[in-house]
């Protein structure tokens, strides 16, 4: 059963990490510290995503020497599509754990918002990110879905 979750995630991030455009180094001239993160993510995924009934996720900062992240509990397992964005860095590593340990990990290129799926366990699931001591910002949108 370990192994089955081990298999899912790391294809999740496999395909995440593939399949999204690659992005430079930011070229917008709000600094990062002036924008609200709650505010950009609503912007990238759209307010249908990001004001989903049963969406969990987060947003926040990335700077050198912090960690990041967020953590949510699944109300049932099952099929999940899985959102992330980030902007600043060129890609951010992404490590997702669940209550019987690492789920997958991976890493990321930044620029439009990645969706995926991926079947979760109920219980804690934590996200950390990581910007490679970069100065930006992460978003992450999780919420039921069907099967693939």
């Known amino acids: ?16 990490g593939l ?3 690659v992005g430079g180094e930011s070229t917008d001239s709000v600094s990062f510290q002036e924008r609200d993160p709650n505010a950009w993510a609503q ?6 995503l990001w004001q989903a009934e ?3 996720g987060g947003a926040g900062g990335i ?4 960690e990041a992240g967020t953590s949510f509990t ?13 902007q600043g860095p060129t890609s951010i590593s992404v490590k997702i754990t669940g209550t019987g ?13 990645v969706t995926t799926t991926m079947d979760l366990p109920v219980g804690k699931i934590a ?14 949108a999780v919420s039921p879905t069907e099967a693939p």
Not at 101 to 113: L, M, N, R, V
């Open 74 to 86: 699944p109300e049932q397992p099952g099929w999940y599509s899985i959102s992330i964005a980030c």
């Open 101 to 113: 340990g690492e789920i997958g990990s991976g890493i990321t290129p930044c620029g439009p918002a």
């Open 127 to 140: 996200v950390k990110v990581d910007g490679a001591n970069t100065k930006g910002m992460w978003a992450l």
């Open 1 to 16: 059963m370990t192994r089955r979750w081990t298999l899912f995630a790391s294809a999740a991030i496999l395909l995440l």
């Open 19 to 21: 399949t999204a455009c």
């Open 63 to 66: 700077a050198p020497g912090s």
């Open 43 to 48: 912007e990238v995924f759209g307010s249908d």
């Open 54 to 56: 049963g969406m969990s």
